[in-house]
């Protein structure tokens, strides 16, 4: 397995007035080439900052504070994405790395039809393409994406929801990357909608190998479409592994606790159980294990949390990694 | 509570001429005491239209609304306002259903001193820390002084249950209370829900687009299914969920995703329609409003609406072919 992506000790700071929030607290982790990993988190974990991150749009008052981001392209030329200049940087977006944003549906500017945004973002990479080529391409990918050709003549505004998070795929599409990003796709969406859109990206990756980096928190889509999983918590990612691994048999307290959390159509409801407490705020961070104050672990006496001051996470075997000292003790 | 042949429109305008959308067709529904009743569906089918008809914020353009048997747009005086403090709702966005410029206390109190529930702001503080150990926000008072914006969703949703509580309503109208809240937090909101139903047989009404939560918070109550605007279909959920009937209930559930990675391979069936997409709602089907997407669709389904009927064996249904679906003689037609 090639790596794409290899972030390494990324730190990402935000800037308030009542002090400084770090938002991604020293991630490290390894993207394969052609998988899909999924990023799952609660609001305010950090995974769309981890994403900003990866794409380099960070704005102040949030600022990157160290760390590497590592890209191997297909030829096989390491860069850091965090050494490059904006221009630099600019001719990698969206050819090789691309995104579609959360509430991706508000993305499209309602004044110019479907046909234009195809056009514009092409050119703007390469100003000698024809219009013909792009919308020959765009053709391909409307195809692709189970929409009729004359959506590329409407506005915006005459597009529903699925159709219109249906446009934006194809649209980070067009200059055939070989990362995309998508941040919570189906959010906001029926679960009709979702299950058309998680389709098209399974079929999509099926076809072209592309990888994808899915960020939601919305655990049953994950384990339908994803080859690994990291899980973020209070700006760390806490365990990352083979999705199988991960959801069967979860090595940290955090995660179990997730699994238990979320209820299915099919499962014993009664076996269903909540998470105590609330997600530390950021600002006043708990000491040691950030988990600690809601971990049936360390209530249980298992585990000494204000001592445990584990920032790396520890291989456990078949490729997975864990932050939990206590690891073994997760059933 | 009784719903009997309610309906609701919007007026909208397409170009020059006006329009009336059906937003709600002739509902039928009866809310026993006690009872959680969760009503699913696509947006814009008409679920928190449903809601809000329930709660006497929109008044049908015909049919009754019913509150112990009497029409609530009739009730004056006394009997009114018994109506409005046994009907409370809670709504999906926690942050807009709180005035920002006001402490939790000062919005709280208020419908309490103005029902003379409380007599004083002082008995007012006792009834909300009652009310806010219950819903898990301990300790009260270091919430009661803060402003919307410096709590969490998960909090202010726990607030908005505990404002319907305060009043000692009969039912509450739940429109989405889970789905701004974040996972590992929602389980505890449906948990306490489902607690006040049983410790204060309070009837719910949840609505959700979300069929797990519904299974979980009314694993002894009754389903409703809508579709632009009509009763689809009406059942105890548990029986709804391992016997769908109707071909659009059918599809919901096949697109539910199934978190277990073990079971992926079934999850890549097609789902059982023949388009994606929802009829534009100024532009319906003729007869049943599901059939251009349905694959059991013949030619009765496009000539007549089907009326909500009791199956043999199952519950209400609004479906010409139910019979020939449940015993399987019906086959699917996909394009």
């Known amino acids: 397995m090639k790596p794409i992506l290899k972030i390494r000790h990324l730190c990402i700071d935000y800037e308030t007035k009542r002090g400084t929030i770090r938002a991604c607290d020293d991630v490290s982790f390894t993207i394969y080439r052609g998988e899909i990993v999924g990023i799952i988190g609660e609001s305010g974990s950090g995974k769309s900052t981890l994403a900003s991150g990866i794409l380099k749009i960070i704005r102040p008052p949030g600022r990157i504070v160290s760390g590497k981001i590592l890209y191997y392209p297909s030829d096989g030329k390491c860069v850091d994405l965090l050494q490059l200049s904006v221009e630099e940087f600019a001719k990698l977006r969206w050819t090789n790395i691309t995104t579609v944003f959360q509430a991706a549906q508000n993305v499209l500017n309602p004044t110019m039809r479907i046909r234009d945004h195809f056009i514009e973002t092409a050119q703007a990479h390469d100003p000698h393409l024809s219009k013909e080529v792009i919308l020959k391409k765009a053709k391909e990918l409307f195809k692709e994406v189970r929409l009729e050709e004359r959506i590329l003549n409407c506005y915006p505004h005459q597009l529903s929801g699925g159709m219109k998070q249906r446009t934006i795929i194809a649209l980070s599409l067009l200059l055939n990357p070989d990362l995309l990003i998508l941040d919570e796709p189906t959010t906001a969406l029926d679960v009709i909608t979702q299950w058309y859109i998680l389709n098209i990206l399974r079929r999509i990756h099926e076809e072209t190998g592309i990888t994808m980096i899915f960020l939601t928190h919305d655990i049953s889509i994950i384990g339908s479409i994803v080859d690994r999983i990291a899980v973020m918590y209070c700006a760390q990612i806490v365990e990352y592994g083979k999705v199988e691994d991960v959801f069967l048999r979860p090595s940290h307290p955090y995660t179990k606790g997730l699994m238990r959390a979320v209820p299915s159509l099919w499962d014993d409801t009664s076996k269903r159980e909540a998470i105590p407490g609330y997600p530390p705020n950021l600002l006043s961070i708990p000491k040691g294990c950030r988990f600690g104050p809601r971990c049936y672990l360390a209530r249980g006496g298992l585990c000494d949390a204000e001592k445990q001051i584990q920032t790396q996470m520890i291989s456990i075997g078949n490729e997975r990694y864990s932050l939990c000292g206590c690891w073994k003790q997760v059933k | ?335």
């Open chain 2, 1 to 335: 509570m009784e719903l009997k042949n309610a309906s609701f429109s919007f007026e909208a305008s397409q170009g020059r001429e006006k329009k009336k959308i059906g937003a709600l067709v002739d509902i039928n529904l009866s809310i026993e005491e006690g009872e959680i009743i969760t009503v699913v569906g696509e947006s814009g089918c008409g679920k928190t239209t449903l809601g809000k008809l329930i709660a006497g914020i929109y008044k049908p353009a015909e049919g009754q609304v019913l509150y112990k048997g009497h029409d609530i747009w009739k009730l004056r005086g006394k009997s009114f306002k018994e109506y409005r403090l046994g009907v409370q709702m809670v709504h999906q966005d926690s942050y807009a259903a709180l005035n920002p410029n006001k402490t939790i206390f000062q919005s709280l109190s208020l419908p309490l001193r103005q029902h003379k529930i409380a007599k004083n702001s002082g008995q007012a503080a006792d009834i909300l820390f009652q009310y806010f150990n219950e819903v898990g926000l301990n300790p009260p008072e270091i919430f009661l002084e803060k402003y919307p914006h410096q709590l969490s969703g998960g909090q202010r949703q726990r607030i908005l249950l505990a404002r319907a509580l305060s009043v000692q309503p009969k039912l509450i109208v739940a429109d989405e209370p889970v789905s701004m809240v974040d996972v590992s937090l929602r389980l505890s909101l449906l948990n306490l829900m489902a607690k006040m139903n049983r410790k204060y047989r309070i009837s719910f009404v949840y609505i959700t687009h979300d069929l797990s939560t519904a299974r979980y918070i009314a694993s002894n109550g009754r389903i409703m299914v809508m579709y632009l605007g009509r009763q689809i279909a009406l059942d105890k959920i548990q029986h709804a969920i391992e016997h769908p009937v109707h071909p659009y209930f059918q599809a919901l559930i096949k697109a539910v995703p199934d978190p277990n990675p073990k079971r992926r391979s079934k999850y890549a069936p097609e789902l059982p329609l023949r388009s994606l997409d929802m009829p534009n709602l100024l532009d319906l089907p003729s007869g049943c409003k599901f059939n251009p997407r349905c694959p059991y669709c013949v030619r009765r389904c496009i000539e007549e609406e089907p009326r909500l009927r009791k199956l043999e064996g199952g519950g209400l249904i609004a479906c010409h072919r139910a019979e020939e679906i449940m015993a399987g003689t019906a086959k699917p037609q996909m394009p």
